[in-house]
């Protein structure tokens, strides 16, 4: 894989503002590299400090103490948001999640929604209640809370938080029979978790032709692509080596934020595949030099 894919992991540069009583702290990621760019080292995530006014699907606006105007970023570019603000039912919650106590982390994400937080935040605690309904094997309510997510656009931090089963590590018959339920249902995104959780049932056909159909919807083009790496796992192992190469040319193209649950995916396929070295290159990737913080694995 060529090492851009790890361009801006090996450093952390802060951008700071002066302090203030309540701070957003915003990882994020280089810009794309131009052909025109001079620069052949990898270039650090930054870090920027000051008051998110708002974050969509398409930018993210923050309030840098002492800048005189707001500071825009493209959406895509945002990685990982630490608040001094964050109340206290979602602290609690975060640190369940990251104990891997997900049934216990379920409803402190969901009371945290009570204190009206921004709505950027109030997506991101829902998407990663999700996350943590489908890991308790909740899976009706993980797709219940992806439904109501889906009706308005997300931020790509938020899709990336999407319950998608990557490397088969939640294989539980409560989540398939929810999956086989909602899998025509209205919200694409819906459609691909599902999905993800079907390809490697009995219903394995119908999981893939989902897919398939989602990777060209040019309406949602974040879902059409993940929905392509997700294919992938119906790969036979016989297959895999010979599409090496193109898999990690299009997970390097993804948004650096949307990474991290591709290559777990590949890391699975590739030692199922027998190719030790192509998964230990990537694991590597992702045990030493992670795309945020913190993140469950």
Do not use: C
């Amino acid at each position: 894989m060529k090492r851009a894919l790890i361009a801006g992991l090996v450093g952390v540069t802060a951008l700071w503002g002066a302090s203030s009583p309540a701070e957003d702290r915003v990882w994020i990621s280089p810009p794309p590299t131009t052909a025109a760019s001079s620069r052949w080292f990898a270039r650090p995530i930054k870090q920027l400090s000051g008051k998110i006014a708002q974050l969509d699907d398409r930018q993210l606006r923050i309030k840098v103490a002492d800048a005189p105007d707001d500071t825009l970023i493209a959406a895509h570019r945002v990685l990982w948001i630490e608040s001094d603000d964050l109340p206290a039912e979602a602290q609690k919650a975060y640190g369940l999640y990251n104990a891997g106590k997900f049934d216990q982390a379920l409803r402190p994400f969901l009371d945290s929604l009570a204190e009206h937080p921004p709505v950027w935040r109030q997506q991101w605690l829902s998407m990663m209640a999700a996350d943590a309904a489908w890991r308790a094997k909740r899976p009706t309510i993980a797709l219940e809370l992806v439904s109501q997510l889906d009706a308005r656009p997300l931020p790509p931090i938020v899709l990336s938080w999407l319950p998608i089963n990557w490397d088969n590590s939640v294989n539980d018959r409560t989540n398939e029979t929810a999956a086989l339920d909602k899998i025509s249902a209205p919200s694409a995104a819906v459609r691909l978790v599902a999905a993800s959780w079907l390809i490697q049932s009995r219903q394995r056909r119908q999981a893939v032709e989902t897919l398939q159909k989602l990777a060209l919807d040019n309406q949602r083009p974040i879902i059409a692509r993940l929905a392509e790496v997700v294919s992938w796992r119906a790969t036979l192992p016989p297959q895999v080596a010979g599409n090496v190469a193109n898999w990690e040319q299009k997970v390097n193209a993804l948004p650096l934020v949307l990474q991290t649950g591709p290559l777990q995916s590949l890391v699975h396929k590739y030692q199922a595949a027998g190719l030790k070295d192509e998964a230990k290159k990537l694991r590597l990737l992702l045990e030493l030099t992670p795309v945020v913080p913190k993140r469950a694995q």
